[in-house]
Each structure stands twice: as C-alpha cells, then as structure tokens.
Nanobody, 131 residues
Framework: QVQLVESGGGLVQAGGSLRLSCAAS????????VGWFRQTPGKEREFVAA????????YYANSVKGRFTISRDKTRSMLYLQMNSVKPEDTAVYYC????????????????????????WGQGTQVTVSS
C-alpha cells in the first residue's frame, strides 16, 4: 500500500516563503506522475503543479507560475513544493498526489492538472498566508 505524507505547512506572512514536502512510502516517487493540489472550504480542489513520470516535465497553474517550484528527489522518494512570494490567496490545504494507474504516452498540462487522474493522495497540510 502506497502512502503519501505531506509536511511543512504553517503560517507565513505575505511575500514570504514556505517549502512543502511529501514523503512516499512503498514506491519511488520518481516512477510516477506526481503533483500538488490545493483546496479551500467550499471550493473544488485546484491544480498547483506537477512533474511527469518519464520526461521530467513540469507544469504549473498560471496563478503560481514564477513563484512556486516543484521538484523531487528520486533517491529519497520525496516531492517538494517551494513556495516563494506567497500571497493571501495561496491560503489552502495543500495535497500531494500520485498517478500510479494511468500511463500517459505523452504527458501534458491537461492530463496532469486533472485531479481525477491521480489515484493516491496525502492527508493534506494547511498553509495560511497572512496579509
């Protein structure tokens, strides 16, 4: 059974930085598509960033492009989200996710930004940005 566990959330002032981590047990994160999503109360889960399994391509939501960076450490089965220049609207519960089930012959923003294409999720970590 694969498990994803996020950490690193907390309270940060606007303009500051935060680094989220996601530890995968059971499988190496680099073998599969992985991504970060976020959700606020009353809203649908929103795509943030993703890395494809084979091409090491990265994808970002327009709202975080240029401020957030997704990366992974193959040897440690870790996924990271470096959040810089955070804004109050970045406040949300952040989830890491992995796609073990669907093999995309060609990864794309469309495929990796769709939450239903991911079959394994972490429990989430709260990020709160104060103004």
């Amino acid at each position: 059974q694969v498990q994803l566990v996020e950490s690193g959330g907390g309270l940060v002032q606007a303009g500051g930085s935060l680094r989220l981590s996601c530890a995968a047990s059971g499988r190496t994160v680099s073998t599969y598509d992985v991504g970060w999503f976020r959700q606020t109360p009353g809203k649908e889960r929103e795509f943030v960033a993703a890395i494809s399994r084979n091409e090491y391509s990265t994808y970002y939501a327009n709202s975080v492009k240029g401020r957030f960076t997704i990366s992974r450490d193959k040897t440690r089965s870790m996924l990271y989200l470096q959040m810089n220049s955070v804004k109050p609207e970045d406040t949300a519960v952040y989830y890491c996710a992995a796609n073990f089930r669907i093999f995309f012959t060609t990864a794309s923003y469309a495929s990796l930004s769709t939450s239903t294409n991911y079959d394994t999720w972490g429990q989430g970590t709260q990020v709160t940005v104060s103004s």
